[in-house]
């Protein structure tokens, strides 16, 4: 949840870069309560006399620039330009592909966050 989090924080923030896991976890809690609202929105639409369900329509909406987000940053990651995330099939591998190591033209490591940012000392801890 903590990654999911993490991405609405960033709500619109195109730079940098965002570990496997900050994107997977976001696509597994996004795909989650997307569903909730479509089973809210079944639930409310049989109750009523027709219409249809608007908060699954809203919630995307609301999530598509962070969505958008975190694709262009998974991208960064493996040393590739946001736009690779428009190349279906390829994408997905590059989503799946493990990030470069250490600093790239995109920023630092994020998986070395606690080092580049001078944490040491929790570094060690953990």
Same mark, same amino acid.
């Given at each position: 949840?903590?990654?999911?989090?993490?991405?609405?924080?960033?709500?619109?923030?195109?730079?940098?870069?965002?570990?496997?896991?900050?994107? &997977? +976890?976001?696509?597994?809690?996004?795909?989650? @309560?997307?569903? /909730? !609202?479509?089973?809210?929105?079944?639930?409310?639409?049989?109750?009523?006399?027709?219409?249809?369900?608007?908060?699954?329509?809203?919630?995307?909406?609301?999530?598509?620039?962070?969505?958008?987000?975190?694709?262009?940053?998974?991208?960064?990651?493996?040393?590739?330009?946001? &736009? +690779?995330?428009?190349?279906?099939?390829?994408? @997905?591998?590059? /989503? !799946?592909?493990?990030?470069?190591?250490?600093?790239?033209?995109?920023?630092?490591?994020?998986?070395?966050?606690?080092?580049?940012?001078?944490?040491?000392?929790?570094?060690?801890?953990?």
């Amino acid at each position: 949840m903590k990654w999911y989090l993490k991405v609405l924080r960033q709500y619109a923030d195109f730079n940098g870069r965002a570990r496997r896991s900050e994107y &997977w +976890y976001f696509a597994l809690f996004n795909f989650i @309560i997307g569903m /909730a !609202f479509v089973f809210i929105d079944g639930l409310i639409t049989s109750m009523s006399d027709g219409g249809f369900g608007m908060l699954n329509l809203i919630y995307s909406l609301a999530v598509l620039i962070p969505g958008i987000a975190v694709a262009v940053r998974r991208m960064h990651d493996v040393g590739k330009s946001g &736009w +690779y995330m428009l190349i279906p099939i390829y994408n @997905i591998i590059l /989503a !799946f592909t493990e990030g470069e190591k250490g600093e790239n033209q995109y920023g630092p490591d994020p998986k070395n966050e606690d080092l580049v940012t001078g944490d040491i000392a929790r570094h060690l801890v953990e």
